[in-house]
């Protein structure tokens, strides 16, 4: 199998398109983005030298440089830890101190710099696999803390070959648009497909921006697109809006991180005629996706499946839950335990996922058994969310969904709201990613109460009156 750097180096060898990549300021040749990467590869080098945590943070706005720094990383057999502006300085410290990297990529002065975080203190993991290490990604856990997923080479070279063993056959894009958040492995999943079919990576000027992803997908013939269903499903509607009928470039739709709809179906095909629909499945800690379902345009669907297991992945269901084994599995996490479990003398992660398999093979998806949800493709704990309201605005508080919204009800008797106005927006700013912020706020006299003793938040709900 051969190594991630030489996939990167062969990549870039073989690229042949006019643009290379493609960012809200330019089009970029293969000659720009080479100088790039080999001038952030030269930097790495210099910074790094033999140390073995050869680890980059990376915070810079959402261009073309983001991805050159990412693929300098991997050809000096580097990982990286992708950040963003969005996010709390106190969550990006403790980001930083929990991955024990000891280098940022910054920008200075209108320049980028590489600037040394005098981090002394070592990670066990990262020492140990230190020549395998991809990416670390944090994502939500069921305890509220967010976990550092710790990907190997192995496992995301192993994801590379199984995705190009299931598409070998298909008709390779051209070209592909990332335009999901570059700390989310949605990105990772792009970047994937970039180096399997040599596609040239056009990214948006901010996630999830739908202005940005329609006027990017339009102006350069984008072919392919990586969306959650909540998002395409906005894409739609907003194209409704200004009136537009198709984006006859996009021939591959790939979806994942939600539930895919039947109705949702009828609408992309409606849109996107012709176009190859493919849903996905897999959780941060397996390396982006272990299932995949192609779209039977002529099909009429009950229900869609996420698909039957890509190469290298073993699966077993226990009690209803997913359990995973195979090369694609994390390292670990960096700062907490790692749960998975020995069956049969293999090693499983339990994906906390319920699903069905069907008679023909393939996998359906049926609920969370953990405490955390997904809204708009993101893993959010609204527990945790919860715990850091009410610690902080010292009044009864209660967190749910509604409408793929999140709500935040205050309980507050003092008529203080002006003042409690003030120190949830601090809240929400200084402590909760811009994913996790509630969406509306509601003040309530006395919430409802059950006869557990429990808030009733069906009712809390419904006596909200909230609009759809």
């Not at 996998?363 to 708009?376: E, Q, V």
Request: with cysteine; glycine share 4%.
């Amino acid at each position: 199998m051969i190594s991630l750097d030489k996939i990167v180096l062969n990549y870039i060898k073989n690229y042949h398109h006019e643009y290379m990549m493609i960012d809200e300021h330019k089009k970029y040749s293969k000659e720009q983005i080479v100088n790039k990467i080999l001038h952030y590869q030269e930097e790495l080098n210099k910074i790094w030298k033999n140390s073995k945590n050869r680890g980059i943070a990376i915070l810079l706005e959402r261009d073309v440089d983001y991805i050159c720094l990412i693929f300098a990383t991997w050809i000096s057999n580097g990982f990286y830890l992708p950040l963003s502006h969005d996010t709390p300085k106190k969550n990006i410290k403790s980001q930083l101190e929990a991955a024990k990297i000891n280098f940022i990529a910054e920008k200075r002065n209108k320049k980028i710099k590489l600037r040394c975080l005098n981090n002394k203190k070592k990670n066990k993991l990262i020492e140990k696999n230190y020549k395998n290490i991809s990416y670390i990604i944090f994502t939500s856990g069921s305890t509220g803390n967010k976990k550092g997923v710790c990907i190997s080479n192995t496992g995301f070279v192993s994801y590379l070959y199984s995705i190009k063993k299931k598409f070998k056959s298909k008709k390779e894009p051209k070209s592909l648009v990332i335009s999901g958040e570059l700390t989310f492995d949605i990105t990772i999943a792009d970047l994937a497909f970039a180096l399997v079919f040599g596609s040239q990576i056009i990214i948006t000027n901010k996630s999830q921006n739908l202005i940005s992803l329609l006027s990017m997908i339009e102006e350069n013939k984008a072919e392919s697109i990586y969306l959650v269903p909540s998002a395409i499903d906005k894409l739609l509607e907003f194209s409704k809006k200004i009136k537009i009928n198709n984006l006859n470039s996009i021939k591959q739709i790939n979806l994942g991180g939600e539930i895919f709809s039947v109705n949702l179906l009828s609408k992309i095909k409606k849109f996107f005629r012709g176009a190859k629909i493919y849903n996905f499945y897999g959780p941060t800690e397996f390396t982006v996706n272990v299932f995949c379902h192609e779209i039977n345009l002529k099909k009429k669907y009950k229900e869609i499946p996420i698909g039957k297991p890509l190469a290298g992945i073993s699966t077993l269901i226990k009690n209803g839950e997913l359990y995973l084994h195979g090369k694609q599995k994390m390292l670990g996490y960096v700062n907490n335990d790692d749960q998975s479990e020995k069956i049969n003398n293999k090693v499983y992660y339990p994906t906390g996922d319920m699903v069905e398999k069907k008679k023909n093979n393939e996998f359906f998806f049926r609920g969370r058994i953990k405490d955390y949800i997904k809204l708009d493709g993101y893993r959010i704990n609204l527990t945790s969310i919860e715990n850091i309201l009410h610690k902080h605005l010292l009044v009864p508080v209660k967190i749910s969904t509604y409408n793929n919204k999140i709500l935040l009800f205050v309980e507050e008797k003092n008529n203080n709201k002006k003042k409690l106005d003030l120190k949830i927006q601090k809240v929400f700013y200084s402590y909760l990613e811009k994913y996790e912020r509630p969406s509306y706020v509601i003040y309530k006299n006395k919430f409802p109460i059950l006869e557990s003793g429990k808030v009733d938040l069906k009712k809390l709900i419904l006596l909200s009156k909230i609009k759809k």
